[in-house]
């Protein structure tokens, strides 16, 4: 049942005629627009058995499936770094001693400012790096930063009396980061972060142009075998799905996690029970 937000009135009768009207437009418009593509993929001859039969030999499965298990290694690597680097980075410019935050947000501008690749192909060609090391790393300096302002942000967001009475009842800094803004602020900032690691995610594609053996330049193998036909557009076909369901499965993942930290028993709220009448405060009556 669709509910009224600060953001979304519920339609009267002549709106929700025109939100049918549109939505039956737009269905519409998008059929069309596929099988305008079904046609010319198929005029193309981008459906013939001969394009199509690589995926049907054991070497090319085992090739694909290497690529792809290379794939989520790097991101798990790139991933779990830039969590670390994030952290790292977002203490620092949260921090009261100056330089500190100085450093930290000159590093956090200079790796969000500067392109992924080029920092990939710099640490593989200038460093002599290979090329995982090279990819990861490039990844982790690239989405930590990001990170590091998506956690700030977040802590930002807090309310600031959260920290206030925290640190009112004698609490440390590190204590109030602990045990009352950073929960608070997870809550908030999942969603980015989990765009965020989306984002790694497809980046790994960037790992075949420095000859890393990832899921894209398995792919790549095959598109450009002439054996084939050249079966480019099979095998987008075949590896677009795949990313798609990743990313979607990190999506399913993050919704799950929000779904377990609100039935969490420490995050709901406590009952107290009404004050008696008859409680007298102390002092002279």
């Known amino acids: 049942m669709t509910e009224s937000t600060a953001l979304y009135d519920i339609p009267g009768p002549q709106a929700g005629r025109r939100h049918l009207l549109y939505g039956l437009a737009s269905t519409v418009a998008i059929l069309a627009l596929a099988g305008w593509m079904l046609y010319l993929l198929f005029a193309n001859d981008q459906f013939t058995s001969t394009k199509w039969s690589p995926f049907l030999y054991e070497g090319i499965q085992e090739l694909l499936l290497e690529g792809l298990a290379n794939t989520l290694k790097a991101f798990a690597y790139a991933s779990v770094?830039?969590?670390?680097?994030?952290?790292?980075?977002?203490?620092?410019?949260?921090?009261?001693?100056?330089?500190?935050?100085?450093?930290?947000?000159?590093?956090?501008?200079?790796?969000r400012a500067m392109p992924v690749l080029v920092m990939i192909f710099f640490i593989f060609v200038a460093l002599k790096v290979q090329a995982l090391p090279?990819?990861?790393?490039?990844?982790?300096?690239?989405?930590?930063?990001?990170?590091?302002?998506?956690?700030?942000?977040?802590i930002h967001a807090v309310a600031r009396g959260q920290g206030e009475a925290a640190y009112a009842l004698g609490m440390r800094k590190t204590q109030v980061m602990t045990y009352v803004l950073v929960p608070q602020a997870v809550r908030a900032m999942l969603p980015a972060i989990i765009s965020q690691l989306v984002v790694a995610l497809k980046d790994t594609s960037l790992g075949f142009l420095i000859t890393y053996e990832e899921f894209l330049h398995a792919g790549k193998l095959i598109a450009s075998n002439l054996d084939y036909d050249l079966p480019f557009i099979p095998?987008?076909?075949?590896?677009s799905p795949i990313y798609i369901g990743?990313?979607?499965?990190?999506?399913?993942?993050?919704?799950?996690?929000?779904?377990r930290e609100r039935r969490n028993?420490?995050?709901?709220?406590?009952?107290?029970a009404p004050a008696d009448p008859q409680t007298l405060l102390p002092g002279p009556q």
């Open 81 to 111: 770094l830039s969590l670390v680097l994030g952290a790292v980075l977002a203490t620092g410019r949260l921090s009261e001693h100056r330089v500190l935050r100085w450093i930290s947000t000159l590093l956090v501008e200079f790796f």
């Open 246 to 259: 990743m990313c979607m499965l990190l999506s399913w993942f993050a919704t799950w996690v929000a779904r």
């Open 265 to 272: 028993p420490k995050t709901k709220a406590v009952d107290v």
């Open 134 to 154: 090279a990819l990861v790393a490039g990844l982790t300096l690239y989405n930590g930063s990001v990170l590091a302002e998506v956690f700030r942000t977040g």
């Open 235 to 239: 095998v987008v076909l075949v590896i």
